[in-house]
C-alpha cells in the first residue's frame, strides 16, 4: 500500500507555509528531494530528505499547532510577503510563522483567521464544503425592495454567476450576509450590479467563531472547542473546487441578426415551408421567384397566378359567347375573329350563285 503523501502537504504539515505557498516555492526552484530539484506533483515517503532554501525540513520540527482570531482593521493587507507596507504578519508580529486562511480586503474589516497548520487552509478555502462566512454592509443609498432577493438568488460576475446566500436588510442602509464563496471583491461586486455602492464591510462570523468582542487590531488564542469543532467540518473535505455555473450573455445585436438570417422573407423558419409555399411551388414555382417581393401575401399571389392562368387559357381556345363577364382586351380581339371569317363565307356564296 502506497504510504507517500504530496510534497507540498509533507511541507505545510511541517508547519513550514502553506500548501499554496509550498506550490510557489516548488515552482520557484527552491525546494529540494532527496538532492533533485522538486516538481509539482511530486509526492514525499517516509525516508526522503526535503530542503527549502537549503534548510531541511523534517516532521520532527514540526512546531505546536497555532490557529489565531484577528479582527484585522481598515487599511491592512492580507498577505505573507512582509517587504509589502501595512501586511498583516508584520502587523500582528507573531514570534512563530502563521500564515492567513483566505484574505480580507485591505479596505475591509473584520475577522481573519491564521494558523501554521497548512492542511487545514487548504480545506477552508474550499467553497464547496459551505463553510460559512458572515458579513454586515453599509451602502451608500436607501436599499429598495428586491434587493435582498437579488442579492440571495445570485448575481453575474467574473464569468459565472454567485452561488446562492442568505440576505437580510438591517437597516435604512445595511444588511448582513452570509456566503459560501470567497470570490475576489464579491460583496462589492455584487452590490455595483445592482447600482450600490459599499461604504462599510465587516465579517463578523466564520463557520462557528464570532468576532463579539475583539477590538480591532487585536488577536486571541481559539479556543480547543473551537479548534474541534473547526477540524470536525473539514475532516470529510474534499479538497476540491466547486464548480460555479457559467454565465451567459443576454443576446446582443450581432446574435440576433445570425437568428433574423435562418428565416425567410414570409418570416418562417427555414426547411419549414408555409402554405403559400407549397402552393407557389407545386403549382407555379418558376412565377413565385419571379415574382416582386412586395407581393409577400397569399391574395396577391393567388390573384396574379389566377390572372395568368385565364390569359393562357383564353390565348388556347376560342372566347365563349353568351359570356356574362366583361369584355376584356383580349375577348375584343377574339369577338372579331368570327365576324371576319363569316364575310368570306357570304362572297363565296354569292359567288356561286352568281356563277349558276
Known amino acids: 500500500m502506497d504510504q507517500s503523501i504530496s510534497l507540498n502537504k509533507f511541507i505545510s504539515d511541517t508547519g513550514y507555509c502553506s500548501r499554496r505557498e509550498a506550490d510557489e516555492l516548488i515552482t520557484a526552484g527552491r525546494v529540494l528531494i532527496n538532492n533533485k530539484p522538486a516538481r509539482l506533483g511530486n509526492r514525499y515517503k517516509h525516508g526522503d530528505q526535503v530542503e527549502v532554501d537549503g534548510s531541511l525540513i ?13 479582527n484585522k482593521p481598515l487599511g491592512i493587507t492580507t498577505t505573507t510577503e512582509e517587504h509589502v507596507k501595512g501586511n498583516i504578519i508584520s502587523y500582528i508580529n507573531f514570534p512563530k510563522r502563521i500564515f492567513p486562511i483566505g484574505r480580507l480586503d485591505k479596505d475591509s474589516e473584520g475577522l481573519i483567521f491564521l494558523t501554521n497548520d497548512g492542511d487545514i487552509v487548504n480545506k477552508l ?30 448575481i453575474p460576475m467574473l464569468g459565472t454567476v454567485t452561488l446562492p446566500c442568505k440576505v437580510v436588510v438591517t437597516g435604512r442602509q445595511s444588511f448582513r450576509i452570509v456566503l459560501t464563496q470567497g470570490l475576489n471583491r464579491q460583496i462589492r461586486r455584487m452590490c455595483e450590479f445592482l447600482g450600490y455602492n459599499v461604504e462599510g464591510l465587516q465579517r463578523v462570523r466564520i463557520m462557528n467563531v464570532r468576532i463579539d468582542k475583539l477590538a480591532p487590531g487585536k ?13 470536525e467540518s473539514v475532516k470529510d473535505s474534499s479538497g476540491q473546487a466547486v464548480k460555479h455555473p457559467k454565465f451567459r450573455e443576454p443576446a446582443t445585436k450581432s446574435t440576433s441578426s445570425k437568428k433574423k438570417a435562418s428565416f425567410t422573407r414570409s418570416g418562417e423558419k427555414e426547411g419549414r415551408p408555409d402554405k403559400t409555399k407549397r402552393t407557389s411551388s407545386g403549382k407555379n414555382a418558376g412565377t413565385s421567384r419571379k415574382s416582386s417581393p412586395e407581393r409577400n401575401s397569399l391574395a396577391e399571389k393567388k ?4 390572372k395568368k392562368a385565364k390569359a393562357a387559357k383564353k390565348l388556347s381556345s376560342p372566347a ?13 380581339t377574339s369577338s372579331k375573329t368570327p365576324i371576319t371569317e363569316k364575310k368570306p363565307m357570304g362572297k363565296y356564296k354569292a359567288f356561286l350563285q352568281k356563277g349558276k
Not at 523534517?58 to 484577528?70: G, H, P, Q, S
Not at 390573384?303 to 389566377?306: E, G, L
Open 125 to 154: 478555502l474550499r467553497a464547496g464544503n459551505a463553510h460559512e462566512k458572515e458579513y454586515i454592509v453599509r451602502v451608500n443609498k436607501p436599499i429598495t425592495p428586491g434587493f435582498a432577493e437579488k442579492m440571495a438568488a445570485g
Open 320 to 332: 365563349k359567347t353568351g359570356s356574362s363577364a366583361k369584355p376584356s382586351a383580349t375577348k375584343k
Open 303 to 306: 390573384a396574379d397566378f389566377q
Open 219 to 231: 488577536w486571541r488564542y481559539l479556543s480547543d472547542a473551537e479548534i474541534t469543532l473547526l477540524k
Open 58 to 70: 523534517t516532521m520532527d520540527n514540526r512546531e505546536k499547532l497555532v490557529y489565531i482570531a484577528f
